[in-house]
Nanobody
Framework: QVQLVESGGGLVQPGGSLRLSCAAS????????MGWYRQAPGKQRELVAA?????????NYADSVKGRFTISRDNAKNTVYLQMNSLKPEDTAVYYC???????????????????WGRGTQVTVSS
């Protein structure tokens, strides 16, 4: 089965930076969209950033992180990254990696398995 493993979370001071990584494992044929979501205490889970597989990747960001966060992916490695700069206390949350539209290798076709989530990684911004 497909699994996503996040890394790079931790404790940083306001204004600091972190780089999150998420590697998808399994016999993956393709992933349509990879992205990052976050959920803060008392808040709904929200999309932080997403990137498509085609070309250089079409990106989408939450308004709250535009200009501060940058998403990128390496399709050959099925890995997505989130560079987080100028971090603020309100960025504190559990960050989840998402892979949408996953297909895997098979004998004569590439079955669609759907969407997968990582377990999440804690990002805490505090002085």
């Amino acid at each position: 089965q497909v699994q996503l493993v996040e890394s790079g979370g931790g404790l940083v001071q306001p204004g600091g930076s972190l780089r999150l990584s998420c590697a998808a494992s399994g016999s993956i044929f393709s992933i349509n969209v990879m992205g990052w979501y976050r959920q803060a205490p008392g808040k709904q889970r929200e999309l932080v950033a997403a990137i498509t597989s085609g070309g250089g990747g079409s990106t989408n960001y939450a308004d709250s992180v535009k200009g501060r966060f940058t998403i990128s992916r390496d399709n050959a490695k099925n890995t997505v990254y989130l560079q987080m700069n100028s971090l603020k206390p309100e960025d504190t949350a559990v960050y989840y990696c998402n892979a949408e539209g996953v297909r895997v290798y098979s004998f004569n076709y590439n079955p669609y398995l759907g969407d997968f989530w990582g377990r999440g990684t804690q990002v805490t911004v505090s002085s």
